[in-house]
């Protein structure tokens, strides 16, 4: 009978596939800035994907560096933490505590972006949500 793994196994395995689905996210959202593509996103309305990311929040303050950059930096080390937990033998906690601590970085930055879409620009980007839903999940 084969064996199931643990279920903090399946828990990075769950943590590693939102840092995957991040990154492609991400990057859409970086190649879409790039290249001045319009996002697959309603415009015009509440949802309104091209205000918030073609605001000046849209990218890293004092650059022209977009704010999915970032994100994409988030995603790939989170996945490589990820990946280190689940090898990890003796330092697994270590790295776990990196890995919690590296999540609770990221939702403090969702939570200031979040507070950008519906405080101040008072438009809301659907990839930008997906974006931190999946941080979310990761934490």
Known sequence: MPRRGRPADRGLLLLGLAAVAGLGTSAYLTLTHLQAVPLACPTGGVVDCALVTQSGYGVV?????????????FFAVGLVLAALAARA???????????????????????????????????????????????????
């Open 61 to 73: 303050a004092g650059s022209a560096v977009p704010t999915s950059v970032p994100g994409l930096v």
């Open 89 to 139: 033998a003796g330092r697994r906690l270590l790295v776990l505590a990196l890995l919690a601590a590296w999540c609770v970085g990221g939702l403090l930055v969702v939570l200031y972006l979040v507070y950008v879409e519906i405080v101040v620009l008072r438009r809301i980007c659907e990839w930008c949500t997906a974006t931190h839903a999946l941080v979310l999940l990761m934490l």
